[in-house]
């Protein structure tokens, strides 16, 4: 972030020698490699499918289903790369966001049948913040066990990834629930110049969670924390406080994505998107989020969610099966990790 | 300055180059040992002293050189090579099992050495105790090291070292946490071990101790040889001088405080159960106090409650006149205390951000504006302003800091304070690692701030920088200050003696 802010410092003196501002230069690429990697990346996949499957990858429909897709996975991975910058990562996540959208369904179910549909959809906007309730609420429970009571992340999501999820499913009874505010499956289907309304919502969220590390001081609390905690701690930055507004936010993103899911497909359920938590780990790292904490970008954890998107449509184009897609997915991973230790091999020291 | 060495040396460097990504660290860099010599290697940070002992170690390769040691050439060590060779090095924190006794500490690596995949803690005991009493010490062997002080953990150290057959003996800062009784204790037995025929290397920065004990001296600076000969040759000064390549002013500088100035900071019968009891502490505005002590006196502890890292228990802090609460680091930074850290790189640093982050990382909250959004603008005024002040040198301030020289990356940590503007400011070993230009620098940037008002407190065991800077100087033993020296009695030997008593 600040990064940027000096860079300018840098040109302004001009008189630096020259081999400082060549090595500088090569600084900024190695901070941006990984946004650029996953741009090249997408290209590519694109390039590809585009090649071997123009009629069906090109098609409106397939573009569509990869705006569509997209959003609730975006706004999933760039919460669990908030986590990741603070040192910390959130399991709980996907329940959080089930746990909104089957609060929305069920209110809007009870509402509907007691007081009729039509008070129920009038409804929509206050059941949408209901549900962003939940997840505020979930993120702050995380919060808690992390800041307060001072448990190893993973471990406290682990535990009330659980707990979510058992509330869940003994709310529903195991079964998928239908019924979601009209409004909101209008949202799912509505387009601005092509484009899909929730796909803004993930361009919203991105903005959001971008102006937050780059222009407010939570933002840089949250990635000193993650840099390294105990400089931050000696640095008058109470974990505490930045803990539980990270594990917050990240419950707000939760249901947020939950409402995502409503709008896509009026329906929820508890094991929804089960393969969803692992899945946004692997784009948060991949986007350049160093797993040990400090280091993120907006940029590189939407890049790499529009990437693996397009791969996974293109397999579908491709009439690949899913458990081929899961494995493209560990490839694309492990290659983006030997990568990064080729090339850090080739430049460090 | 060569000595031809008439004994066969026991270890021999010969044009020792080392670079790491283009910097030489080592440039062809010779050096001997004889049999039955204590060798002082002496040098700022960053003289190469430390990868010239991790090449004798095996825990670096050279990128050419050779090394001989029992006559035997190798172009690099391996870790194990070393240790069959009989090198053994004894680092600072000694690198013992704190969980385990005094026997097995001393025992384990020679039962591994041998090859015995099984430990067997009754062959233990009598290895340790056949070492211990060799040695005529009196060291409790079913003692778990957890316990034990810091001189017994030293001399539990050099058992294990001997038990593996020792030859070559490397100690790194071996006398940094001793009292003056331990350190007599402890070249009585470096006598004892030359007498056996082991030869020692000393890595110290107490030059005038090490001194004491050492035949000869070698002198390293910037990766580059530059003296050999025998102690006695040298005095402090010369040494001082042969390491920093030019005349080091140590001379007192330090400027009238009225003793009716403002009081910046009073602290009245603090307290912490098992640390420290019953300090009264007043630093008028203006004056810079020295607190030292052995290391475990509880001169650190002191500090650190009253920046709030582990609080006091009883008495009260004042700041500028008026009672503060501190009970955690946010309340002491709100208070108007600033505190630089012992530990540089994990409590001071964020090493891979860049400079202007670590230095804004205090002070972003100050700089919140409309909607919460911080001015960038002000901001990055502020931090060139405080960076160009401190002086710090790097061609810009995105440059990650783990680049930095100790001496830059110390003013980064005391930029990131001074953009608190802090009434207090507490320094934790401000020159610990920091070359001797540098360190006179720094302290030059303290006498400023406190002449501009500030109330300065350093923590130091380096007595020359207390002498050179401090007004006052409390010496801190067993957790109380037992003396308080001010004015003429500010002297080197004063306090070297107070210390120690």
């Not at chain 1, 975006?74 to 991975?77: D, E, K, M, N, V």
């Not at chain 2, 003692?143 to 002080?149: E, F, K, M, R, T």
């Not at chain 2, 003056?180 to 350190?183: L, T």
């Not at chain 2, 890595?203 to 005038?208: E, G, I, M, N």
């Given at each position: 972030?600040?990064?940027r802010i000096a860079e300018?410092?840098?040109m302004?003196?001009g ?14 690429i190695?901070v ?6 996953m ?12 090649i071997?499957?123009?009629?069906v990858f090109l098609?409106?429909?397939n573009?569509?289903v990869?705006?569509?897709?997209a959003p609730?996975i975006?706004?999933?991975?760039i919460?669990?790369m908030?986590?990741?910058?603070s ?13 909104s ?6 209110t ?11 008070l129920a959809n009038?409804?929509?906007?206050p059941?949408?913040?209901l549900g ?9 429970i995380?919060?808690?066990?992390i800041?307060?009571v ?9 535990g009330?990834?659980?707990?979510f999820?058992g ?6 009874g195991?079964?998928?629930?239908y019924g ?12 601005f110049?092509?484009v899909?309304a929730?796909?803004?919502i993930?361009v919203v969220?991105a903005v ?12 840089f ?7 390294n ?7 008058g ?35 929804y ?5 692992l899945?946004?780990?692997v784009?948060?790292?991949?986007g350049g989020t ?7 970008t907006?940029?590189?954890v ?10 996974a ?16 997915q560990g ?11 080729l ?5 460090s020291? | ?12 460097l010969?044009?020792i180059v080392k ?18 010599e ?10 190469g ?5 991790k090449i ?16 035997e050439?190798?172009?690099s060590m391996t ?6 060779a009989g090198?053994q090095?004894?680092?600072q ?6 969980n385990l006794?005094v026997?097995?500490?001393?025992a ?14 009754r ?11 060799e ?7 079913d ?7 810091v001189a017994?953990?030293?001399l539990t150290?050099i058992?294990?070292a001997l ?8 100690m ?7 009292t003056?009784?331990?350190?007599t204790a402890?070249?009585?037995l470096?006598r004892?071990?030359q007498?056996?025929g082991v ?15 050492s ?10 040889w530059?003296a050999t000969?025998a102690a006695g ?7 001082a001088?042969?390491m ?7 001379s ?35 004056e810079i106090?020295?607190?030292t ?6 001169r ?9 890292v ?5 008495g009260t ?7 503060v609460?501190?009970q ?10 600033g505190?630089?850290?012992?530990d540089?790189l ?5 090493l ?9 990382a205090?002070?972003?909250t100050?700089?919140?504006g ?5 001015d ?11 960076a160009?002040?401190l ?7 995105s ?9 830059n ?6 930029a990131?304070?001074?953009?608190t503007?802090p009434?207090?400011?507490?320094l934790?070993?401000?020159?610990v690692?920091v070359?001797?230009g540098?360190?006179s ?6 006498r ?5 008002g500030m109330g ?9 920088e207390?002498?050179s800077a401090?007004?006052r100087?409390l ?7 037992v ?17 120690a008593?």
């Open positions: 972030m600040m990064n300018a410092d840098g302004r003196r008189g630096a020698e020259r081999r400082d501002v060549l090595t500088d230069f090569v600084r900024k190695h941006n490699r990984s946004v650029g990697q741009a090249a990346l997408l290209v590519a996949a694109f390039a590809i499918f585009t071997l499957r123009p009629a098609g409106s429909y573009l569509q990869i705006a569509l897709a609730e975006g706004i999933l991975a919460a669990m908030v986590t990741m910058l040192g910390g990562i959130d399991l709980s996540v996907v329940s959080i966001a089930n746990a959208a089957i609060t929305i369904s069920m809007y179910t009870a509402v509907s049948s007691r007081a009729g549909v039509e009038s409804l929509a906007l059941l949408v913040l962003l309730v939940v997840g505020v609420a979930a993120g702050a995380n919060g808690l066990l800041a307060k001072g448990i190893t992340p993973i471990l406290a999501t682990l009330t990834m659980q707990l999820n509330l869940e499913l003994v709310v529903t195991g079964r998928t629930l979601a505010p009209a409004g909101l499956s209008t949202l799912g289907t509505t387009t110049l092509g899909p929730i796909f803004l993930l969220v959001a969670i971008g102006v937050l590390l780059d222009r407010i001081s939570l933002g609390r949250i990635r000193y924390q993650g840099a905690a105990e400089a931050s701690r000696f640095s930055i109470s974990s505490t406080r930045t803990l539980l507004a990270t594990y917050t936010i990240v419950g707000l993103l939760g249901g947020i994505a939950g409402v995502v899911f409503l709008s896509r497909n009026p329906s929820a359920s508890a094991d998107g089960a393969s969803y938590t899945l946004v780990i784009i948060a790292v991949l160093n797993p040990y904490g400090g280091r993120a907006v940029l590189g939407v890049l790499a969610t529009l990437c693996l998107q397009v791969v449509s293109g397999f579908t184009a491709m009439r690949l099966s899913s458990q081929q897609y899961a494995m493209a490839v694309i991973l492990i290659g983006a990790m030997v990568l990064d230790y090339r850090g091999r080739g430049s020291r | 300055m060569d000595i031809s060495p008439a004994p066969r040396p026991v270890l021999e010969r044009d670079t790491y990504g283009g910097v030489h660290a080592l440039d062809t860099v010779s050096f001997t040992l004889l049999p039955g204590v060798h002082c290697l002496a040098g700022e940070n960053g003289s002293k430390s990868t010239l002992i004798i170690s095996g825990v670096e390769t050279p990128d050419s050189g050779v090394i001989v040691v029992g006559g050439r190798h172009a870790p194990a090579s070393a240790i069959a090198v090095v004894i680092y924190d000694f690198s013992l099992f704190p006794s026997a097995e500490n001393i384990m690596p020679r039962q591994r050495a041998v090859g015995g995949r099984f430990y067997s803690a062959a233990a005991r009598p290895i340790a105790q056949g070492i211990v009493d040695l005529g010490l009196a060291l409790d062997l003692a778990d090291v957890a316990a034990l002080s017994d953990k030293q150290a058992c294990r038990v593996s057959d020792a030859q070559i003996i490397i790194d800062e071996p006398t940094t946490a001793l003056g009784a331990e350190v402890l070249f009585a470096v004892r071990l007498s056996r030869s020692l290397i000393f890595v110290s920065h107490k030059l005038d101790e090490v001194l004491r004990v035949q000869r001296l070698t002198v390293l600076r910037n990766g580059t530059v000969g040759d040298y005095d402090r000064d010369a040494i001088g042969l920093t390549g030019k005349d080091i002013d140590t007192r500088v330090v400027s009238a405080v009225p003793a009716d100035a403002a009081i910046a900071l009073e602290v009245k019968g603090l307290g912490r159960p098992g640390a420290f009891a019953d300090v009264d502490l007043v630093v008028r505005c203006g106090v020295g607190l002590g052995l290391l475990g006196s509880g650190g502890e002191i500090a650190e409650a009253i920046f709030g582990r609080p006091a228990t009883t802090i004042a700041v500028g006149g008026h009672p609460r501190i955690s680091i946010p309340d002491a930074v709100a208070a108007g205390i505190y630089v850290p012992e540089r994990t409590q001071g640093l964020f891979d951000d860049s400079i202007a982050d670590n230095v804004v205090a002070s972003v100050a700089f919140a409309r909607a919460r959004l911080l960038r603008a002000r901001m990055l005024a502020f931090i060139q302003s405080v160009s002040r002086r710090i040198k790097a061609p810009n301030l440059l990650a800091v783990r680049s930095l020289s100790g001496g990356a110390q003013r980064v940590v005391l990131k304070w001074l953009m503007n009434k207090v400011l507490l934790n070993g401000p020159t690692g070359d001797v540098s360190k620098e720094i302290l030059e940037i303290l400023t701030q406190a002449s501009a300065v407190v350093v923590i130091s065991d380096d007595i020359p207390l002498y401090c007004h100087v010496i801190v033993q067993g957790g109380r200050i003396c308080e020296l001010a004015g003429d009695a500010v002297r080197v030997e004063t306090i070297e003696q107070r210390i008593a």
